[in-house]
């Protein structure tokens, strides 16, 4: 069984501050960790994903993502908030292997950056 | 944007009628997806397909069937909605080159389904 949590239903930020999206994972095997973004009336946005290898993951817009294994955590970050990073995000994770279909979302944060 | 059309974007029906979803992709992926979003609940998976032919039931699949025909299409029908079934629906597809499961599904724009 595989379970995505994100801890904070909302989390309000200051345009130009860093921001924090939590995500934590409960996988049995090698996880394959992503992160979605979706603006209102559109479908979901892949922003980035874990594979392997380092930790710290650069995606789309500016954002990165920290893998943390004994944590079993996997926190979105940007370093200067934008107002048009208001959104819903969503943590999402897969089994590694050629068997595995299945894709479990977290139940999705609202960002909402303050101008 | 990957080139996803979901049909229609906006339904409304009665109890018991059976509706059919369309999504049509013009990437010629392998991989199709149907998902069900609800509020508190994220994402959850109804079926997928696997090929031509080729679907698996998700979480979510009672009181759907789904039927992929050619690549580029994958229908979900729900044989007689109930209004538990109100919901937005997305279509997924992803790559098959390499490992799969690492590949990133990209999503259509969704249909809002209401069932009175």
């Known amino acids: 069984a595989q379970s995505v949590a994100q801890p904070e239903d909302q989390v309000n930020v200051a345009e130009g501050n860093p921001l924090t999206v939590k995500c934590t994972y409960s996988v049995s095997g090698n996880p394959y960790l992503f992160w979605y973004v979706q603006y209102p009336n559109r479908g979901l946005q892949f922003l980035l994903k874990?594979?392997?290898?380092?930790?710290l993951v650069k995606g789309s817009y500016g954002f990165e993502a920290e893998f943390n294994k004994s944590q079993t955590s996997f926190h979105l970050k940007k370093p200067s908030a934008l107002v048009s990073d208001s959104a819903l995000y969503f943590c999402a994770v897969r089994i590694s292997g050629a068997g595995s279909y299945q894709l479990t979302f977290g139940k999705g944060t609202k960002l909402s950056v303050i101008p | 944007d990957a080139g996803i059309t979901q049909s229609p974007r906006h339904k409304v029906t009665e109890t018991g009628t059976p509706v059919t979803l369309r999504c049509h992709q013009t990437?010629?992926?392998?991989?199709m997806y149907w998902y069900r979003q609800d509020p508190g609940h994220g994402l959850r998976l109804i079926h997928y397909?696997?090929?031509?032919?080729?679907?698996d039931k998700g979480e979510v699949s009672d009181g759907y069937s789904v039927s992929r025909s050619k690549t580029e299409d994958f229908l979900l029908t729900l044989e007689s909605a109930t209004s538990s079934q109100t919901s937005v629906y997305f279509c997924a597809i992803s790559e098959s080159w390499g490992d799969h499961s690492n590949q990133p599904q990209h999503f259509g724009d969704g249909t809002r389904l209401s069932i009175l």
């Open positions: 990437e010629n992926h392998r991989y």
């Open positions: 397909s696997y090929g031509v032919k080729d679907t």
């Open positions: 874990y594979i392997t290898g380092d930790n």
